[in-house]
């Protein structure tokens, strides 16, 4: 399960620690609140099961879907064999699937969630649809550009910016990778 951590303001009146350990008001801290997004995990099964429909065709096991307003208008997962498109990544083909459904090549204020950190032409895709927040799984050590190489998301030079979550499901989203590829050298 993943969590999102989030920093708000310090409510020292409503803080239980405060009152437990008698803290002074004039200590006034940022603190880090842990929610749990039923919504975001919910959303992630979704491109989980694009990701396993991926596996069982040979394609390398990434899974996504594109959600505007609570509802997936376009699912994707991994087609670069079958394709022979090495620009058929998941991201790319739920980025596609939602413009079109939207009938709009922006697709402002929707949310893309993808099973694996996505690379820096998924980070490129997601801006220029004027994607409002990423939600992925497991990070990519080799290619992820989210948050582990790179930041592209989060350049403020860049004239677009999309939020960040980082995590949702990670245990799963990463074992259907390692799995697949165990299966290919055994
Ligand atoms: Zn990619």
Known sequence: MGTRISTRSH???????????HRPPAHDQ?????????????????????????????EVPVGAVVVLDGRVIG????????DSDPTAHAEVVAIRAAAE????????????????EPCAMCCGAALHARIGRLVYGAADPKT???????????????NHQVEVVAGVRSDECGALLSEFFHKKRS
Do not use: K, Q, S
């Open 144 to 158: 992820g550009a989210a948050r582990t190489l790179y930041r592209l998301l989060e350049d403020a030079r860049l």
């Open 75 to 82: 699912r994707g997962r991994n087609r670069m064999i079958a």
């Open 11 to 21: 409510d020292h009146e409503a803080c239980i620690a405060c009152v437990a350990e």
């Open 30 to 58: 940022a603190v880090r609140v842990e929610t749990v997004d039923a919504e975001d995990a919910r959303h992630m099964d979704v491109a989980l099961e694009e990701a396993r429909r991926a596996a069982a065709l040979d």
């Open 101 to 116: 459904a939207a009938g709009n090549y922006r697709l402002t204020g929707a949310a893309l969630y993808t099973t694996i």
